[in-house]
């Protein structure tokens, strides 16, 4: 479904804040992958995403989106493909939009927008059952505008957006970073049901050990803009958060500095 | 005060002709975020156009507005194609346009800086049937306004919309944004042309200086629309571009209030140019003042 093929990206070449972002990176995923990516500060983990996501042109090396070579496409271009949910949730939505607006803006992604109307009623009569899945009560406010909502109803509405259109991969970058653990989680079981009914390709980035173990069918740790460490099925179910924090030193050679992944 | 209410009219009709103008900015400035300064040169290219059309080429009053406001679109397509081509940062670009627009106005006006229509022509817009040409204006408005409102109910208005809104979120959605700014700067330039071409047909000349500060008015006109109507608009659409025009004329009313009780014109734009400041200023010192409020009430809250 995916293959990032001995993608590079280095930022700032040839300044002194030269940052060798992706070095050689390779990764693919099966249909109906759901991964978890784990990794220190700056491992490359949001830069993978963005690699994918098409938000820069990357240096070397080739992307395939279900067989289709995206690397000359630009962000826009891409969108047919993906669904995305970025670490701010303001990112995700038009917050002077309705909420209905917003979910039909998402509707015509990879489509033609023309001079038709922007939303039909059959449309809404759509958006509200979708809303219903979110259990959030969104289903009675379509028309409210979205900057009036929480930032875990916002993260709630993108993932909707993201995966309305029923993409090729789901881009989760940090999704729950930034709420509260009891709105994060709730966040969490709307992405699972989101991609189990769906049958979604996922990637999530995460900071916390236990969604990354308890979440997905496989697990890819990143350092230095590589892949150091990838397990899937039986074994990652076993995986606990100290043999994670082993695993890291073992193979990068390194202590485990990131307080914020030991905390969790 | 007899001359003060004869005074009335025609600035009312100055006004909603600015009110025109303001929705063009209201566009750029509220739908697109970006302040867009082609409009101080686009107003002329409007003017210029019309005139010289209908003086010079003899062609029909609709003709030369029309052609007016096309010119307003080019105008609006180069400032576009500057921000997202070349990527120079919004005001530049305005700022480049607005200056290429100088030489392009003196050059279709043939040279010269004040071109007039002859006095004994009559259009549908004159100071001298002024009942007929504010009912004009205000039907003028009404379709500017109806198609506006179903402009940005299409999928392609929503669009623009959503561009302006978050550039991010725009983007995942497979959205165009370059070409989205593109479009907006076209149809606000559009407007504000069209409506350079109708203040043409009422002060009955056309002037390459008309423009100066024509931003200022533009934004006093958005910014006075949604302070005095704000309550009223709630978030209909078709009602804030209402009030955007309803700001306009009471800019003009104020605006002619002022020269009546004897002010120096010459320090009109300095005022008008003051207010706008000040009434930009206002949400920045709102949240400062009330932020710090707000800290506080927090640190209470912690202690």
């Known amino acids: 479904m995916l293959e990032l093929n001995n993608v590079r990206k280095t930022f700032n070449i040839g300044t002194i804040n030269e940052k060798k972002a992706l070095c050689g990176l390779n990764l693919h995923l099966n249909p109906g992958d759901f991964v978890t990516v784990i990794g220190g500060n700056g491992a490359g983990k949001?830069?993978?995403?963005?690699?994918?996501?098409?938000?820069?042109?990357?240096?070397?090396?080739?992307?395939?989106?279900?067989?289709?070579?995206?690397?000359?496409?630009?962000?826009?271009?891409?969108?047919?493909?993906?669904?995305?949910?970025?670490?701010?949730?303001?990112?995700?939505?038009?917050?002077?939009?309705?909420?209905?607006?917003?979910?039909?803006?998402?509707?015509?992604?990879?489509?033609?927008?023309?001079?038709?109307?922007?939303?039909?009623?059959?449309?809404?009569?759509?958006?509200?059952?979708?809303?219903?899945?979110?259990?959030?009560?969104?289903?009675?406010?379509?028309?409210?505008?979205?900057?009036?909502?929480?930032?875990?109803?916002?993260?709630?509405?993108?993932?909707?957006?993201?995966?309305?259109?029923?993409?090729?991969?789901?881009?989760?970058?940090?999704?729950?970073?930034?709420?509260?653990?009891?709105?994060?989680?709730?966040?969490?079981?709307?992405?699972?049901?989101?991609?189990?009914?769906?049958?979604?390709?996922?990637?999530?980035?995460?900071?916390?050990?236990?969604?990354?173990?308890a979440y997905g069918n496989r697990l890819v740790m990143m350092h230095e803009g590589r892949i150091i460490f990838d397990v899937s099925g039986e074994e990652k179910k076993k995986l606990t958060v100290d043999a994670l924090i082993q695993k890291f030193s073992q193979t990068s050679g390194e202590e485990f500095s990131n307080d914020r992944a030991l905390l969790n | 005060m007899f001359t003060y209410f004869t005074s009335l009219p025609p600035a009312i009709a100055q006004g909603i002709i600015w009110g025109i103008m303001a929705i063009g900015v209201y566009l750029t400035y509220k739908i697109l975020d970006m302040a867009d300064l082609t409009v101080d040169g686009s107003i002329c290219t409007g003017m210029a156009v019309c005139t010289v059309l209908i003086v010079k080429a003899g062609t029909p009053t609709w003709v030369g507005i029309l052609c007016a406001m096309l010119a307003g679109m080019l105008a609006g397509l180069v400032t576009g194609i500057f921000h997202t081509a070349f990527g120079i940062p919004p005001i530049l670009s305005g700022i480049l346009t607005q200056l290429i627009l100088w030489s392009v106005n003196l050059k279709i006006m043939g040279g010269t800086s004040n071109v007039g229509y002859p006095f004994n022509k009559e259009f549908f817009i004159s100071t001298s049937a002024l009942g007929m040409t504010l009912l004009y204006l205000v039907l003028i408005v009404a379709l500017i306004i109806g198609v506006f409102y179903w402009f940005f109910g299409t999928e392609l208005g929503s669009a623009v919309?959503?561009?302006?809104?978050?550039?991010?979120?725009?983007?995942?959605?497979?959205?165009?944004?370059?070409?989205?700014?593109?479009?907006?700067?076209?149809?606000?330039?559009?407007?504000?042309?069209?409506?350079?071409?109708?203040?043409?047909?009422?002060?009955?000349?056309?002037?390459?200086?008309?423009?100066?500060?024509?931003?200022?008015?533009?934004?006093?006109?958005?910014?006075?629309?949604?302070?005095?109507?704000?309550?009223?608009?709630?978030?209909?659409?078709?009602?804030?571009?209402?009030?955007?025009?309803?700001?306009g004329v009471i800019y003009y009313i104020v605006y002619q209030t002022v020269i009546f009780l004897g002010l120096d014109t010459t320090y009109l734009k300095l005022l008008s140019a003051l207010l706008v400041a000040v009434f930009l200023g206002l949400p920045y010192w709102k949240k400062k003042y009330l932020g710090k409020h707000e800290k506080k009430k927090e640190a209470k809250k912690h202690a």
């Open chain 1, 46 to 213: 949001s830069t993978m995403l963005n690699a994918v996501a098409g938000v820069w042109p990357i240096d070397e090396g080739e992307i395939i989106i279900d067989g289709v070579n995206v690397n000359k496409l630009c962000e826009d271009k891409r969108a047919k493909y993906l669904g995305r949910v970025f670490q701010d949730p303001m990112n995700g939505t038009a917050a002077t939009m309705e909420i209905q607006e917003n979910l039909a803006i998402a509707a015509r992604r990879g489509s033609r927008r023309t001079l038709k109307w922007g939303i039909s009623r059959k449309e809404k009569d759509e958006y509200r059952e979708l809303l219903k899945i979110l259990d959030l009560g969104l289903e009675d406010r379509m028309t409210a505008k979205v900057g009036l909502l929480s930032g875990g109803q916002r993260q709630a509405l993108t993932l909707l957006m993201a995966s309305i259109k029923k993409p090729k991969i789901l881009l989760l970058d940090e999704h729950t970073a930034a709420l509260d653990p009891k709105t994060a989680a709730k966040v969490l079981e709307i992405s699972q049901k989101l991609i189990d009914e769906n049958n979604l390709t996922a990637m999530m980035v995460t900071h916390n050990m236990k969604d990354a173990i």
């Open chain 2, 161 to 247: 919309r959503a561009t302006g809104c978050n550039l991010n979120m725009s983007r995942a959605q497979g959205i165009n944004t370059d070409r989205t700014k593109v479009l907006g700067l076209v149809i606000s330039n559009g407007i504000v042309a069209l409506s350079g071409a109708i203040l043409s047909l009422f002060l009955g000349f056309s002037d390459a200086n008309a423009g100066r500060g024509a931003i200022v008015i533009g934004l006093a006109a958005v910014i006075i629309g949604e302070a005095l109507f704000s309550r009223f608009t709630k978030n209909n659409f078709a009602l804030k571009l209402t009030a955007v025009v309803a700001g």
